[in-house]
C-alpha cells in the first residue's frame, strides 16, 4: 500500500471556475476525513465518511463545496465558483478506527487568482 | 468552548539541544492526543498518540511526550535536536464522542547549527 495519494498536487483557477479534488486513501482503511489548511494555521476538519456515508460536514463546508465518496474507496471533493478566499491547502485523511491515528495525503493545494 | 492550545507559534532550538514544544487542551474529561509534524508542501505525519494507556509516550524520530492530566498537558519533547527536526509540529485532540480531530495552530521548530 502507497498510502494517502491525492490528485493534483497543485491547481490554479480563476475565480467563479469550479474544481475536483480526488483522493485515495489506504485501501483498508473505511474512514475518510477532508481538512483545509491555510497559510499559518492548523489543518481545519471540513468532512468525514465512514465508506460511502458522508456522516459529518463543517460549518465551514459552504453551499459551493461538496463531496463523495460513492464506493466506500476514493473521495471527491468539488468547489463551485471558487473564491479567491477558498485557496489553501485541502487534505484528505484515512484511518481505521476512531482510536487510530490519522494517515494523511500531501495535499492539493489550491490557488484561485 | 473546547480548546487546544499550542504556546509559542516559533521555537528554536541549537542543534542537541533539548526540545519541547507545549500543548495544552480544555476539557475535563481527557480526550485522545496526538502530535504530527509537517514539512514543507507536505501532508501530516504521525509522530506519537496517547489513548489512555501509559502517560509517557514514545513515537518516532527519538520524539515522546507525557500526558498530565492535572495539568491538561501534552508536551513533546526530544532530548537532542537534529537539523531534520525542522518543521511544523501540530498537536491535536479527538474530543470524547467526536469523530474528526481538532488541531491547534501549529509550533515552527527552528533549529540553529
Known amino acids: 500500500d502507497t498510502g494517502v495519494s491525492q490528485d493534483p498536487r497543485h491547481k490554479i483557477t480563476k475565480r467563479g471556475q469550479n474544481v475536483t479534488f480526488r483522493c485515495d486513501p489506504i485501501?483498508?482503511?473505511?474512514?475518510l476525513y477532508w481538512y483545509r489548511q491555510t497559510l499559518g494555521q492548523g489543518p481545519e476538519f471540513l468532512t468525514y465518511?465512514?465508506?460511502?456515508?458522508?456522516?459529518?460536514k463543517s460549518r465551514l463546508l459552504s453551499d459551493r463545496f461538496s463531496a463523495e465518496r460513492p464506493k466506500g474507496s476514493f473521495s471527491t471533493l468539488e468547489i463551485q465558483r471558487t473564491e479567491q478566499g477558498d485557496s489553501a491547502m485541502y487534505l484528505c485523511?484515512?484511518?481505521?478506527?476512531?482510536?487510530?491515528?490519522?494517515?494523511f495525503g500531501s495535499g492539493t493545494r489550491l490557488t484561485v487568482v | 468552548a473546547q480548546s487546544v492550545t499550542q504556546l509559542g507559534s516559533h521555537v528554536s532550538v541549537s542543534e542537541g539541544a533539548l526540545v519541547l514544544l507545549r500543548c495544552n487542551y480544555s476539557s475535563s474529561v481527557p480526550p485522545y492526543l496526538f502530535w504530527y509534524v509537517q514539512y514543507p508542501n507536505q501532508g501530516l505525519q504521525l509522530l506519537l498518540k496517547y489513548t489512555s494507556a501509559a502517560t509517557l509516550v514514545k513515537g518516532i524520530n527519538g520524539f515522546e511526550a507525557e500526558f498530565k492530566k492535572s495539568e491538561t498537558s501534552f508536551h513533546l519533547t526530544k532530548p537532542s535536536a537534529h537539523m531534520s527536526d525542522a518543521a511544523e509540529y501540530f498537536c491535536a485532540v479527538r474530543w470524547a464522542g467526536a469523530n474528526n480531530l481538532f488541531f491547534g495552530t501549529g509550533t515552527r521548530l527552528t533549529v540553529i547549527p
Open positions: 485523511a484515512s484511518s481505521q478506527d476512531r482510536v487510530a491515528g490519522y494517515t
Open positions: 485501501s483498508e482503511h473505511n474512514r
Open positions: 465518511f465512514q465508506n460511502e456515508a458522508q456522516l459529518e
